[in-house]
Structure formats: C-alpha cells, structure tokens
C-alpha cells in the first residue's frame, strides 16, 4: 500500500534519512517508535506529501513522488500527485488542528464538501455516523474550543475519515493529551485498526503498540535500527540501541 524506496532527506545540509526502505501492506498496522528527534515526524510526514525529499520515492496504491532531485521522473505532476496522495491517506496530528471558529460539525464537513463536491445534507449524515463511531455524536454544534483534549482529538480523527481514507497516519496522537484522556483516544484508534484500516501511529505508548501493532519499526538518528513483529522487537530485540530504548519502558 505504502513502498518508501531508498529515501534520502537532509535538513539544514545534515542527513536524517539516509536511503530508508520500508514497506507498508495493506492492512496492517504499523508503529513508530524511537527516540525523539529520530525523525518519526518527518518520516510520517514524506508518506502523505507534507515533506520534500532529495532522492528516492515514496509509493502509496500506485501514486509516486519523487526526490526533488529525481523529479524529472513526474515533472509538473507533484502537486496533483500530492492532493490525490492526501485524499486516500488521512493523518492526525499531536495538535488537533481543528478550526477553531467553526462547529465541530462544520469542522468534519468542510473538506468533503469544498475538496470532493460532497453534497452538504449527505456530508452532514456522514459526519455524525462518524461522530458516533468516536463516540461523541452530542458535540456536533459544539466548538473546539468547549472541547477537552480526547475530544477533540477524536473530532481530528472523524475529520480525517471523513474523507474515506484507504489508510491513516497518527503522530503521537496521545501525547499533548492529559492521562485521563489517553485512553479514550488509544480506544478510538484500536476500534479502527480492528476493522481492518492500514495504520501507521508514530508513538510513545509502548504498551499501546504492542497491543494492536501487526508491525513494530524502531528508527534511530534516522535509519531503521530494526523492524518486526511486535512479539520480536518488544520481547526478543536484536540490536543493542533497541534493547537500551526499550528498557526505558520495561521498568
Ligand atoms: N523543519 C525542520 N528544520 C530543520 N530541522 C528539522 C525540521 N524538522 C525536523 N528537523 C530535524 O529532523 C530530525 C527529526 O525530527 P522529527 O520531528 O522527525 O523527529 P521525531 O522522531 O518525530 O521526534 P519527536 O519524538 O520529538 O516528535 C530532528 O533532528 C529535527 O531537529
Ligand atoms: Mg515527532
């Protein structure tokens, strides 16, 4: 679903990523884990066209970008590429970023009707079926602002579906959130995951990734250390720079 192929990104001339490879299947559920400044961020960031890259590609269902200094390869497509990449990935942020001045309804309406042509009574019933699906199907006249942090994450996260993706990238959803509020984001979440939609989550709740994770990918200084089933890395990992992370968790 996903194919990143020898991947290269410099910030401020310094490398991050150095000819990363990494596949992602359709269906499974991948994790991000590592250390900050790892490049989790950026690298969620090259899969849904939000970051340019010098070299390589990133494939998802068949729609390729290029480096910036492979481009010859799609000259003038980018930009097309790019929004048609957005509308089959969806991806929530550590910050909600909701519109802070529109309804919570109008806030998950928005981009259906105004980027897909959506008509406002059929994107209005679909938002509050979403609504209900995180549980929140009484906020919709609300705004963000009324909100507490849980629900207006899980308003980011019906937002993005709204779009009807065929996959969805999390950054750290959870970690701006209060303890208490963690949980009920993390359930929204595992409730989509079991319904078969192709996740990628960037996050620090280990526990959390080993629980739902079909795939776990530890990425250090901005190269994958080492990647496999969630029962390899958290209980069996090879490599010694995984080992010393994990064991900040396991006390
Ligand atoms: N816009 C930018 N300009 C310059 N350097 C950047 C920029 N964005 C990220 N970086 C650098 O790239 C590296 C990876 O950053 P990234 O945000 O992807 O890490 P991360 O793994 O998401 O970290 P965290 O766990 O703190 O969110 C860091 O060294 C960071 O300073
Ligand atoms: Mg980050």
Redesign the pocket.
Known sequence: MIGIRDLSKE??HQS?FKGLNLNIVKGSVVAII??????????LRCMNGLEVFSRGSVSVNGLKLYGVLERDYNRGQESIIIKNIRRKVGMVFQQFHLFPHMSVLHNITVAPIHVLGVQRAEAETDAISLLMKVHLEEKAKKYPGQLSGGEQQRVAIARALVMKPEAMLFD?PTSSLDPEMIAEVLQVIKELVSEGMTTVI?THEIAFARDVSTHVVF?DKGEIVEQGSPQAIFFNPQNDRTKAFLSRFMK
């Open positions: 910030f401020d991050l590592g250390p900050s400044g790892s490049g989790k961020s950026t690298l750290e960037a990425l």
